[in-house]
């Protein structure tokens, strides 16, 4: 988080780049959009969770506890991430 000295500062710079260059300000400012989120890309991170599971209890079926548990952590993480929007720019 930036105090308000270095805040005030950025915002000024910002309006000097505006009002210098408008096509460059437009281009700042609608450069961003949000990633669709597409039906086979939902399904295929769920299978890749459900995957990711059955091969930990596999693995526990095996004797490799440390790795199922390792497993189940990466599918904990992901389907954690499931809902995050990424954006980027274009």
Known sequence: ??????????????????????????LLRGGQRRLRRSRRRKLLQRALIALLLLLSYVLMVLGLPSSALALVAVAAGMWALRRWRFTHLT
């Open 1 to 26: 988080m930036l105090d308000r000295d270095k805040h005030q500062t950025l915002r000024q710079i910002e309006f000097n780049l505006a009002t210098g260059d408008p096509a460059f300000a437009a």
